[in-house]
């Protein structure tokens, strides 16, 4: 009971009265124990080395023990397929076995060949491709080198920590280690003592310290409220980046705080090199770096006396609570290869439903099943494209999940049919905290079967959520899952049809009473893992077990599942958000750095609630977020429940155009973003980009985050500046990169910064000179309306007069395109003609033509056109030259995409 009052004390206190990120509910390094211990170690000559005379070596790895006094550890380097090597150390002896993240890979990764170059006493060089490694045995340390440079090196400052499991007598004070887990209690002290008086294994937290000689900058580790390339963090200064799963309310920004997701990978960059670091585990982790042009006063001063530069540098180190060093070498050399050689390891997002990339409306809550019919009524009385409503938590039968609201939505199939017969969808959410309430049946099923997270006495954890008392299914039993999957059968979530899609929500897990808003460590998941172990892959179990219960009952559409919480991997089954932004200028303008960050961690499909979830946005913010907005792949407006409705319709007339205005050039632009998603899915590139990954070798572009490429051919800068009116944009390419305003189509030149005038009714948006883009330009109120409308295709010259792009049509929805049911088509402007090729041999029946090419930076003194194809062998078609002539306007092709063709200027 009183345990109950305090919780309830602590809710009211979060929720009610706290402004702002409360910083005092969640650790500092220095109140992490292991972080504290390990962060503390001096960097000197490290005491642990390789045993070469055990050393085996095998085609594609190397063996050896690795010693520390009486530890014994067997370590282990592979080549993995695609210049990327594998640095795994394991206790030899293990007392305890310890946990290896089980959802994150996409599979076991391909071992490649390794070839031995050299052996000495104390030292062994191996080679892959164009990439050597040479392990040093004592002191321990490796070198990676890429074409005989020196580009990475592992406990070069010899950090390497590896605490060993300990039977339990021998748990005592050993060189300074708490016998316990000081996980500091702070103001949970009374709920949480209990469960933090033991740990029976003792401590075991890992750590490794790797540098990257010759870096500028170091990008990665989403997910953080933060600018693009990290910051320099040191004892102190900036707390070290926490990876650890959690509910911040009010996240405050600039910040190394964890937040909802955990992707452990960096990318450390130069114009000459790029190299990243996956760390495989999925423990509490703390990531300090140290940027040598940071901070490092004195090495300035030296090079300003001297005249001479000291080589640049970035040292990181990786502190987790638990489990075993995992860790790959993404050898790169360009950002595009060390992404791919990441997402080959971690998956790329499978191709999305078309509708899942248009417009969705959220707000915590639409009251009832008539408010949903009603919002959708008035988009479509206001001409504004909308596809997808969202329900949150108040449609639930008191926040029993797979139930709903009796009253407020008594007939959902009436709703959602209501929906579907617009060409809507629907999506609800389900949270993994179950409440404990008799009768609920997903309760009882849970505890009659054993699905319920567990105290470490074995009891079932109970703690507190939305619907108050609750426990935590547990997603590591098989069991679980597989009931779970079930749960979302049409036949078990009464009401729902096959368009109703799922947002995971609250499943860092968010445990309103917890530590730190979350599970205690200490609690047992299936396997007798502590969850100390799996914590920032909770979320991605929950989400794995989403996915194939869509499948389960919706075989042949595309699951579509956004999920707070996220982890390497994650991409595969779900989509995710930053989370409850606030709505001010600074949450806008970091919506476009914490996205490009979780890009580069494989989860291109992120977006920012648009107008920010906490406080009321004025209309000038409002207006830029949506035009920022529709930039980032995931394009959903949310408010929380306290703020005032926001739905675009309700502003005023020049409020409304341009929002309407920001929503059509979205919808225009479906096709492209289709597009890319298929590429996305082939070759695993990122659907978002910052400049730095298309332009490695300027030295510009390193800290440009406020600017963000969609694929190859279109750079949107944010307008996060209030009343403003003129904005520095910077182009990049140099003289002979073209980039045409997407609005007036003036040419700029990538020569850097250019300051452009804006007016309210003016974005930052530009095609890059050589691109083909193909827009659907007929205003519709829904996607799937759009299915048969014709394409514009709007060629930007480059300053050779060349342009190219690509174009994937399909069904939008099925998996038929895994059967070659699909088009993949290549446009190609040369000598004033355009031409269309099939990339691929497939087939896919639409009816869809071309009613226009928009030709930006077009040649002069066109007087016509002429096109063939097959059904059209020769067809004259009429030109004509507009805005101050910076387009030529060919109208009326009124060929099929399907057809082969092409299109003479003369
Ligand atoms: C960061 O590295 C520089 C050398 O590049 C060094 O002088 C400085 O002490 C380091 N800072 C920390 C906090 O380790
Ligand atoms: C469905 O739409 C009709 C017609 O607009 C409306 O009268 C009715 O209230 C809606 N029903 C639900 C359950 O949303």
Redesign the pocket.
Known sequence: MARRLISLLFILASTLYSMGVDKGNFKTCEQSSFCRRLRGMTAGESKYKLDLNSLQISDNSIEANLLNGDVKLKFTLTAINGNIFRIQVDEANPLYKRYKPQFALKGEPQVSKLSLLERSTDSVSIAHNSDKVVLHAEPFKLEFYHDKELVSVVNGRGLFAFEQYRKKQENTNDEGQETQAVDDPGMWEENFKSHHDSKPKGPSAIGMDISFPGALRIYGLPEHGDKLPLR?T??G?VDPYRLYNLDVFEYELDSTMALYGAVPVVYAHSPKHTVGLFWHNSAETWVDI?N?KDG?VM?SIVNLVSGSKTES?I?VHFMSESGLVDAFMLMGPSPKDAVKQYVSLTGVHPLPQYYTLAYHQSRWNYNDQDDVTTVVQNFDANDMPVDVMWLDIEYTNGKKYFTWDPVKFSHPDVMIQNLTTTGRKLVVIIDPHIKRESGYFVHEDALANDYYVKNKDGSVYEGWCWPGSSSYLDFYKPETIEYYKDLYSLETFKGTTHDVYIWNDMNEPSVFNGPEVTMPKDCIHHGGWEHRDVHNEYALAHVYSTFHGLMKRTPNKRPFILTRGHFAGTQRYGIIWTGDNIADWAHLAISYPMCLNEALGGISFCGADVGGFFNNPDVELLQRWYQASIWLPFFRAHAHIDTRRREPFLFADDVKNRIRTSLRLRYAHLPYWYTLFWQHESAGEPVIRPLFYAYPTDENVLDVDNELLVGNSILSRVIAESGVSTINVYLPGGPNEYWYDIEDFKLYHGTGNHNIPVSLDKSLVFYRGGSIISRKDRPRRSSPLMRNDPYTLYIALDSTHKADGYLYVDDGESFAYKNKKYLYIHFSFEDNTLTSELVDKTDYPTTEWIERLVILGPPKGIKGAKLTSKTFPSVELDTSYSNEDRILVVRKPGVAVREKFSIKLH
């Open positions: 320099t040191g004892p200064g140290n040598s490092n090495a540098n040292d």
